[in-house]
Every structure is written in structure tokens, then in C-alpha cells.
């Protein structure tokens, strides 16, 4: 009886992270009190990690879904608490996950589960096929404008194509010493 009493605490504290803390209510109160449920439970770090996420996730929905997905993913079957608050938010979540796959920024996590993120979203299409789609999408956009110059010139972290100008120039200043251009 208490384990469900805890357990209904931390899906209820998860759904109003996710649909708004009530203006009487303190946000930190519900983390609070989530985070208590969790340690009553004797529940695993995955728990605390998955409500950390949400926390994060909820309070900036503009950013990447990324942690959530991967922390909901992780709790497998014990994370039903959790999915079924992402429910309402799930077209959201798996829309971010179609707009950061065009992000070079955003493309080392797409090497994680794709798959398993579209599914969690309630993807009714192909999602092998889609994630394989956007993997490639979020990894073969050109670098020139997201690449800083490397601390290193000679490094290859970064490589862009050499300006042909300044080749020309350096190349005409060695081989014609004083004959440079002015």
C-alpha cells in the first residue's frame, strides 16, 4: 500500500511539472516532495535522475529533449510514473527531436536512441527508418558556420577548406621575396 501511495505521489508530482505547478504551489516544493517519494521508495539513482531531467526539461521547453528521453528510456519498465506524464507533451518532445536533428550542435546525441525516443513519443511511422533518417541529418550539415577557428591551426577537429586568396598570397611572398602584394 505505500509503495503505491509513493508511487502515485511521484506521478502526480511528475504531471504537474509537466502540465504547471499551481501559482499557490512552490515548484521546489513538488521537486522536493518527488524527490522524498523516491528515497521512501528506496528507488534507484535512475529515479532521481529521470525527475532531475523532467525538473530541467520543464523549466526550459525550448531546449533539447535529449536527457529527459534518455533518463525515460532508462527506467524501463519502472518508469511508468513518468511516461504517462509526458503524455500530454509527447508531440512536443518528439517534434524538438525532428528540429535538433538538423542542429550540428546537437549531433553526438543522435548517435544514442533515436528509435527508442520516437517510440517513447508515441511515433505512429517507421521508427528504425526515421531514425536513421535523422541521424545522418543531424551529423552531414556543413560545419563552416558552427566550426570556431581551432586553438591549434595544425589541429583536425575542425578542418576548413583553406582561403585560396591567402594561399596565393603567401605562396607568391615566399617564391618572389619583396615582390609581394602590396
Known amino acids: ?15 504537474l511539472l509537466v502540465d504547471g505547478v499551481p501559482a499557490a504551489v512552490h515548484r521546489h516544493e513538488v521537486v522536493n516532495m518527488a524527490g522524498e517519494a523516491i528515497v521512501l521508495l528506496g528507488a534507484s539513482d535512475r529515479y ?12 526550459a521547453p525550448q531546449m533539447a529533449p535529449f536527457a529527459l528521453l534518455d533518463a525515460t528510456l532508462a527506467l524501463d519498465s519502472d518508469g511508468s510514473w ?15 527531436v525532428e528540429t535538433f536533428a538538423s542542429d550540428t550542435t546537437a549531433a553526438a546525441a543522435y548517435a544514442g536512441d533515436v528509435q527508442g525516443w520516437l517510440k517513447l513519443t508515441g511515433y ?25 577557428a581551432p586553438a591549434n591551426p595544425l589541429s583536425a577537429t575542425c578542418r576548413q577548406p583553406p582561403d585560396t586568396v591567402e594561399v596565393s598570397r603567401t605562396t607568391v611572398t615566399h617564391e618572389s621575396p619583396g615582390r609581394g602584394m602590396r
Do not use: N
Open 1 to 15: 500500500m505505500r509503495i503505491e501511495a509513493r508511487t502515485t505521489l511521484l506521478a502526480t508530482a511528475a504531471r
Open 48 to 59: 532521481a535522475h529521470a525527475l532531475h531531467a523532467l525538473d530541467a526539461w520543464t523549466q
Open 82 to 96: 513518468l511516461r504517462q506524464a509526458l503524455l500530454p507533451v509527447a508531440q512536443r518532445l518528439r517534434d524538438a
Open 124 to 148: 505512429a511511422g517507421d521508427a528504425a527508418a526515421t531514425a536513421r533518417q535523422w541521424r545522418p541529418a543531424s551529423i552531414q550539415k556543413p560545419k563552416s558556420k558552427s566550426c570556431a
